[in-house]
């Protein structure tokens, strides 16, 4: 089970009309009870560029990279 404010790479193409690609990046804002999650995806800039809700089976935990993001 993921939680709120995971960071998740996305494992599938399902999402190419929400111009979203596999191993696009974002973070898991809602956890639903029939197993899948709302994920918000940015720009570089902090935008918002996409929300989609997935399955657990579409997503990958992300990695801590042992440095800081800029915020």
């Given amino acids: ?3 709120n404010y995971s960071r998740v790479r996305l494992l599938t193409d399902r999402f190419v009309s929400e111009e979203l690609r596999c191993g696009a990046t974002g973070y898991v804002i809602e956890v639903y009870g029939d197993g899948k999650y709302e994920v918000e995806f ?3 800039n902090g935008i918002s560029v996409a929300q989609i809700v997935a399955s657990e089976t ?3 935990v992300c990695e801590p990279s042992g440095v800081a993001e800029a915020v």
């Fill in 1 to 3: 089970m993921l939680n």
């Fill in 42 to 44: 940015s720009d570089a």
């Fill in 58 to 60: 579409e997503l990958a």
